[in-house]
């Protein structure tokens, strides 16, 4: 089965810093990623998406996130953020190949942004 | 835009009574899914749900918990006997495809058993 590593549990930035944030899953087969994001009182929603192809996939609101396949990572990143950044960011995988098809969670990141 | 509705968003209970959390998914999509996270941990699957059965579930899905379709558009989980571990916020969700791990989350019900 896949387990998820997501290392920073709290982080906190003032505007216009850069971000990002670590995701880790073990996995030996092949496997879809995922990003989720949670904002403060409403429901977890999909930020991006890895299935193939192009490694650095973009997602919404200027998120990019990167499939290093040798590191087993899956890191979410942002140029610049903004106090609407705000949220519990998760990080969920997929193993196909006989893996799960149920996505598994990490415990979430925590992103506090200070106007 | 469809999105999943979840019922109630806070329920408070007594060690060892029933509790149900209802979920009402995406009218178009055919698979659902319960998972919970206690505060502070992962977010943890518990059970899936596809063409009025049980698809998947967790070692936490124990005979203590039960998932029902009702009437074609409610998904509920019930948890019998409640205990202070169970204390945890339930999110629902619904996937149109099966096998691509997208799914859509409710906004999730928090539930303190005391």
């Known amino acids: 089965a896949q387990s998820v590593s997501q290392h920073n549990h709290h982080v906190i930035l003032s505007e216009a810093a850069s971000l990002e944030l670590g995701c880790n899953y073990s996995?030996?087969?092949?496997?879809?990623l995922f990003w989720y994001v949670q904002y403060p009182g409403q429901h977890l929603q999909l930020l991006l998406k890895?299935?193939?192809?192009?490694?650095l996939v973009k997602g919404i609101k200027g998120f990019e996130a990167e499939f290093i396949k040798s590191k087993f990572s899956f890191n979410l990143r942002k140029p610049s953020v903004q106090w609407s950044d705000t949220a519990e960011y998760f990080c969920a995988v997929t193993g196909l190949s006989g893996g799960s098809y149920i996505p598994t969670f990490g415990r979430g990141t925590s992103l506090i942004v200070h106007p | 835009e469809p999105e999943v509705t979840q019922t109630p968003s806070h329920q408070v209970t007594q060690m060892g009574q029933e509790v149900i959390l209802r979920c009402v998914p995406i009218s178009n999509h055919l698979y659902f899914y319960w998972y919970r996270q206690i505060l502070g941990q992962k977010v943890e699957f518990l059970v899936s749900f596809y063409n009025n059965e049980i698809s998947e579930k967790s070692e936490i899905f124990d005979d203590q918990f039960s998932v029902e379709r009702p009437d074609g558009s409610n998904f509920t989980l019930k948890i019998r006997s409640t205990k202070l571990e169970d204390s945890a916020m339930y999110f629902c969700?619904?996937?149109?495809?099966?096998?691509?791990?997208?799914?859509?989350f409710g906004e999730g019900s928090r539930l303190t058993v005391l």
């Open positions: 996995y030996g087969g092949t496997v879809n």
């Open positions: 969700a619904s996937s149109e495809k099966g096998l691509t791990g997208e799914l859509f």
């Open positions: 890895y299935f193939s192809g192009d490694p």
